[in-house]
DNA sequence: AGCGTTATTGTAAACGTTTCCGTTATTGTA
DNA sequence: TACAATAACGGAAACGTTTACAATAACGCT
């Protein structure tokens, strides 16, 4: 309860408090005796730095803030914990804020944290319309999406190639000898989403087949939005041989759908999804599914937001990872 | 980049900064007239409060910090995504540390959280032998745990009542029939853990059968730790027709081991979980469960150091929230 | 007219550090 | 022996707020 100071020590130390200070943070122009004394006396005291007042003249709080839309969805929160486990390797802690999938709330968790004085931002976009009220944002702090590129502006990020997972799904199912693939989708002006879905359009036109595509109106990507698109695909007649879902999520959602409707996965319809979240390995799930590297992205992440922080006047960055497919039992190749 | 203080706003007002600041804070000892020209003139130039200053004098921060064993657990995602949002309604932001399941790290983040002036510290214990050490940090700042009380001193806490549950399951099961349960557990010397196993095992000996116990070294509950041990068992002769596990995550992994053994579920042998993550509702795992309320529990952890925070002399807060039963299919009922 | 209130504003200290600069004592060098 | 250089430390300002206190002005009252 009554925290002791660096004044508390200095005085019964009986030296001045630049002295604790310069005895703490390993200052050479002290002479080791007194720094071994007054260690000692510190633990003694059971004194803690206080790290406000540091942050108040070093005009930094070694804390990065992370605005995440969920973390109900594994993608999320295996993410931010590889992100909270790297950061603070680097001496960081993370300061995490939920958006719920709301733009508003995106934008005032966004400014409540640059008034905490957060160092930088890792932000995942929940992918709505436009970004530019952002813009004015991500002036004020050092700014990483984990995301592509929004529409509207440069900016630093990094994200796995969406375009070319997508690809490579489509590929995948095409070879497997599918010719009509539904892909589900969420919301598309999420820039993510958007280049999921352009990923499985220009292949299907490099393949010469037709593209199917049932969009959600929701932005999230949720296991009950695959759900409820499941439900209402599967109740009505129906003839394509595989569906490409956006998300992992979607696609366990769907499963769920196609379960209750009585169709069977992979016998009477293929699925895949995207992302490789830990659950789509179980074996009653067994996602065949495209690959993000969950761990190399929060790395990437927090590296390209300590760069921006040391030189904020620096180039915008940019990173893209490559996907790779996930092969497991929910496709099936289609017998000739 | 070149932030606006309070005093720039004060110049080009004209006005002190005392005056400044008393506008911003609504205090009623400033005109009406002056507070909108000021409040305007903040918004022109883009002033934004600097938390960690004010945080400097107010000698609090607003900040909660959470402790938790990981994040990869559904368990511990779903509660955190539930503390942060109240939190948050509760003008607390929350500093998230992951502890990986390390009493030494569980204690390190502790201390820079306390460091870094947190208002309170929300704490899930990874349950470990013995936690008199923390007991000098947990004096240190107002602290509830996610978890029951553990074995060497008084807090804070809110918890399911795990005892309860277990005896739960354990009637459930074997009103259904079973009379030969076999029980998973993680290492015991957690007291959540412990409190589980023992309700249990008092059921057990309240019904005159057998108890049966398995306990791995692991004290994490996780899908590999269940896999393992549900594989070293189905390959060894075994006779039990239930299982019931101290974790829906130890389950998961129990049932994918029984796919892969080829055992079937319900059909030879019944399984239950405890927890009732979001993930047991799948109709690929639909697995019976004791429910935790998770948001409730959350709620009451923010308001219990809320609580504490105010006044942290009051004795020790303890609550203990009521489990159910969750039926679904992963059970089936022994034929005469 | 004089005086006590009240409303509004300014002054300055305080929060707990870090760091720049100055001071003293000690040492080395010529 | 004298002087410069260095080592070790103290003093004090600064970071951006809040707030106790003082000050001023305006007003109502007798």
């Known amino acids: 309860m009554p925290t002791v100071t660096l004044k508390d020590v200095a005085k019964v130390a009986g030296v001045s408090y630049a002295t604790v200070s310069r005895a703490l943070?390993?200052?050479?122009?002290?002479?080791?005796?007194?720094?071994?004394?007054?260690?000692?006396?510190?633990?003694?005291?059971?004194?803690?730095?206080?790290?406000?007042?540091?942050?108040?003249?070093?005009?930094?709080?070694?804390?990065?803030?992370?605005?995440?839309?969920?973390?109900n969805n594994p993608f999320m929160s295996e993410l931010t914990a590889h992100l909270e486990i790297y950061a603070r390797t680097?001496?960081?802690?993370?300061?995490?804020?939920?958006?719920?999938?709301?733009?508003?709330?995106?934008?005032?968790?966004?400014?409540?944290?640059?008034?905490?004085?957060?160092?930088?931002?890792?932000?995942?976009?929940?992918g709505h319309e436009s970004y530019e009220p952002l813009n004015a944002l991500t002036s004020q702090v050092p700014t990483v999406f984990i995301s592509e590129n929004m529409k509207d502006y440069p900016e630093n990020y990094v994200s796995v190639d969406n375009h070319r997972g997508m690809q490579i799904a489509t590929e995948y199912l095409y070879s497997l000898g599918h010719r009509s693939i539904l892909y589900f989708g969420a919301r598309s002006d999420s820039k993510t989403h958007q280049l999921r879905l352009d990923g499985y359009l220009s292949t299907c036109e490099k393949l010469s087949i037709e593209p199917h595509v049932l969009r959600s109106s929701y932005t999230r990507s949720s296991r009950e939005v695959g759900y409820a698109m499941g439900g209402e695909y599967f109740s009505r007649?129906?003839?394509?041989?595989?569906?490409?879902?956006?998300?992992?999520?979607?696609?366990?959602?769907?499963?769920?759908?196609?379960?209750?409707?009585?169709?069977?996965?992979?016998?009477?319809?293929?699925?895949?999804?995207?992302?490789?979240?830990?659950?789509?390995?179980?074996?009653?799930?067994?996602?065949?599914?495209?690959?993000?590297?969950?761990?190399?992205?929060?790395?990437?992440?927090?590296?390209?937001?300590?760069?921006?922080?040391?030189?904020?006047?620096?180039?915008?960055?940019?990173?893209?990872?490559?996907?790779?497919?996930?092969?497991?039992?929910?496709?099936?190749?289609?017998?000739?």
């Open 25 to 71: 943070s390993g200052s050479p122009e002290i002479s080791e005796e007194t720094r071994r004394r007054i260690l000692k006396l510190c633990k003694e005291m059971g004194y803690t730095p206080n790290s406000v007042a540091r942050s108040m003249v070093k005009r930094h709080t070694d804390i990065m803030g992370l605005i995440v839309p969920s973390l």
């Open 90 to 126: 680097r001496g960081y802690n993370l300061m995490v804020c939920n958006s719920s999938y709301d733009y508003d709330l995106e934008k005032e968790v966004f400014s409540l944290l640059v008034g905490r004085q957060v160092d930088g931002i890792i932000m995942i976009p929940a």
């Open 237 to 336: 007649p129906h003839q394509e041989t595989a569906i490409l879902c956006a998300a992992d999520m979607l696609a366990i959602g769907v499963m769920q759908a196609a379960f209750e409707a009585g169709v069977r996965i992979p016998k009477d319809v293929s699925l895949m999804g995207f992302d490789n979240i830990s659950f789509s390995a179980l074996p009653q799930i067994d996602l065949t599914t495209v690959n993000q590297p969950f761990q190399q992205m929060a790395i990437a992440a927090v590296d390209m937001l300590l760069e921006r922080i040391k030189n904020p006047a620096a180039a915008h960055a940019k990173l893209i990872l490559p996907p790779s497919l996930i092969e497991r039992k929910s496709c099936r190749a289609l017998g000739k």
